[in-house]
């Protein structure tokens, strides 16, 4: 499966990879969580994209699409991927598409999960994740076993740089700007599957998987 899975920051993109990606065995690709592995190193483009991120803007198109290329290079892409986003505006779909013909790869879905402004607040002020390993969590809708440490590596949860309610507002503008319209560019290759993502995470995973045929 070669699959895309976007959206407006914190209707349940991560999440619902997470599931995704167990059933279908195939990586997860999330830009943003590379970025936030590269603030950890010396790295001067981990310092260029953590300036951006933390203002809530779009890293320049130049590093993330060198980023992609190289992923995309390594060799466990080979039976498949998940992308969570990317592409973020029209010129990244463009350069992916351009790498997918290199290729000779055709994505198999896009899945657009829609939310709403005030739904999209609620979970991005509860959520939680990983700082190990960047599993995510809320303090209502998806606590972990114990407070404060994930489930799955035993690392502390602390809240996102970019999740502070006027931060999250710009992201939302620059979804509405840049973002949405990389949805009407997937509609005319007919590849767009519409998910409602205001139910709760298994109804969700559950409408997806309905869609994907499975
Ligand atoms: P990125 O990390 O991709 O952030 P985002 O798109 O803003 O989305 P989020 O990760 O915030 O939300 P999500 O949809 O994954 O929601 P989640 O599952 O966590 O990007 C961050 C930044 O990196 C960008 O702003 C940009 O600066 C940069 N960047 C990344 N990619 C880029 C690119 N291609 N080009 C340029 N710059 C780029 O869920 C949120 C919360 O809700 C959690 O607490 C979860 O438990 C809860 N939840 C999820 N689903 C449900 C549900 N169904 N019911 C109840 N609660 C739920
Ligand atoms: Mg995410």
Redesign the pocket.
Known sequence: MRIIIM???????????ELLIKHYNIPHI????I??ELFETELEIGKI?KS??NR??????DI?NEIVRERLNEKDVEKGFLF??????ID?AKAFDAILKEKNWKLDAVIN?EGNEELIIK??S????CEKCGA???IT??KPKVEGICNVCGGKLIQ?A??LEDTVRR?LR??KDQTAPVIGYYLASGTIINVD?????D??HNDIMKVLGE
């Not at 999330?30 to 969580?33: K, L, P, V």
């Open positions: 959206g407006p920051p914190g209707v349940g993109k991560g999440t619902e990879a999330s830009t943003g969580n970025f936030r994209a951006y991120i809530g803007e779009l890293v320049p198109d993330t969570d986003g990317f592409p973020r505006n990244q999960i979970r991005l509860g959520r939680r994740v995510i969590y809320h809708n998806k996102r970019d999740d992201r620059i979804y993502g205001t139910r709760s995470i109804d969700t």
